[in-house]
């Protein structure tokens, strides 16, 4: 029998007219960056990485993004003397190569399709596609991720998803007497934590409690309790740089995403290493089994403590497939492994915090008491909105 041909992705006119359409609006936005794809060329890249994220290379799942950009418009970047077909096969052998979440396989047109013609890290606003995992594609331009496509359907995400990310994490945050600079700036550095969490690879939780408040070490056993204070300098010195940019803009989401060191993150690329080694310091006590407890000023309290159970607990709660999607009532029972329901429980006591678990294998989920439905809400695949 003749080999079987892979079956093409199928992503609707329609839809692929509203990616470019929302393309079109965010370039708009920024005074210099790349030429946009055309639809063949985006329909193509979409289908590349979608084909070679299924594939594993030495028994490790492939992890890379391509960049809809020419090597003119990059910063110092490694040419290929001759441009690659964008095929599966040279992603899935190239893949391998490149810095995670930094290194991009540069795309441009060519006479028969988009070519690669090699890899870049520092590089203009420009479409992105990322394999995020199996059968998991994101689109993406600027800060901004655009659309989602889990096979076989491709999801285009709202204008401003990077703003409700923070804003969703932000809304729940125990600081209800900070100014909303703060807040945003806040939920930045924990995103950067929980980045940390996921990529040591065990997974973990975060609970951020208020600062002066002890009524949440009831919900849990004493675990390594510490004194820390890197973390909330850094924090500190962000937060002066945000209040810094706000003079120079009218929006306060604009001036904390303006800060070097966030707006590198956000954008995929390596933020200052001095800030880094301090968040990797902290996140990696996330991997002593129980939980990583800090307050609102990132100050950490304790690691390795584990969350109690509670005697009265409510049996449901709200749950968001992803950030987008509407709350549907779940029952706890429901909600997967111990680490999940832990966090959900300290949630129920302890209205004043947030718990963010990271799983082994990668997704987020934010637990937060929502204070206008009375009940906590998981929102899940919180890191579809910033990977």
């Known amino acids: 029998m003749p080999p079987q041909r892979k079956k093409a992705v199928r992503i609707g006119p329609s839809t692929l ?7 079109r609006a965010l370039k708009s936005s920024y005074p210099s ?6 639809a063949s060329d985006l329909r193509t890249m979409v289908d590349a990485v979608l084909w070679a994220g299924l594939r594993k290379e030495e028994g490790r799942q ?16 490694v040419e290929f003397h001759q441009a690659l077909d964008l095929r599966t096969e040279t992603l899935a052998h190239l ?3 490149l810095v995670r979440k930094r290194s991009r396989l540069g795309v441009s047109p060519g006479p028969h399709g988009p070519h690669v013609w090699g890899i870049t890290q520092k590089l203009p606003p420009c479409v992105k596609v990322r394999a995020l995992s199996p059968g998991l594609v994101a689109i993406k331009y600027g800060l901004e ?9 491709l999801h285009l995400l709202k204008s401003g998803n990077l703003r409700t990310c923070l804003r969703l994490m932000s ?9 909303d600079l703060e807040r945003y700036v806040l939920a930045a550095i924990l995103l950067m934590l929980v980045e940390v969490v996921r990529r040591h690879g065990n997974g973990g939780t ?24 890197g973390l909330k300098k850094k924090f500190e010195g962000l937060q002066a740089d945000a209040a810094e940019q706000l003079k120079k803009r009218h929006s306060v989401f604009k001036a904390a995403i303006a800060v070097n060191d966030i707006e590198r993150f956000l954008s995929g690329e390596r933020v200052n290493d001095d800030l880094w080694h301090v968040l990797e310091t902290v996140g990696q006590l996330s991997a002593v089994d129980g939980a990583l407890v800090a307050n609102n000023k990132l100050e950490i309290l304790d690691f390795g403590a584990r969350i109690k159970d509670p005697k009265h607990l409510g049996v449901a709660y709200l749950e968001r497939r992803d950030p987008f999607a509407q709350p549907t009532r779940r029952r706890i029972k429901d909600l997967g492994g111990t680490r999940h329901r832990s966090a959900l429980r300290f949630v129920q006591e302890n209205r004043e915090t947030v718990a963010l678990v990271a799983s082994h294998d990668g ?7 929502d204070r206008r439905k009375h009940e906590v809400v998981a929102i899940r695949h919180v890191e579809r909105l910033i990977d």
């Open 17 to 23: 007219n509203g990616v470019l359409n929302r393309l």
């Open 33 to 38: 960056s790349a030429e946009l794809p055309t």
């Open 62 to 77: 492939l992890s890379f993004a391509l960049a809809y950009a020419k090597p003119g418009d990059c910063d110092d970047p």
């Open 95 to 97: 893949a391998s190569g």
């Open 145 to 153: 991720n655009v659309a989602v496509l889990e096979s076989p359907d």
């Open 171 to 179: 809304e729940g945050l125990p600081t209800a007497d900070a100014a």
């Open 206 to 229: 975060v609970l951020v409690v208020p600062r002066g408040q002890n009524k949440w070490r009831r919900s849990v056993e004493r675990g390594y309790r510490v004194r820390y204070r």
């Open 363 to 369: 997704p987020l989920t934010l637990f937060a008491f």
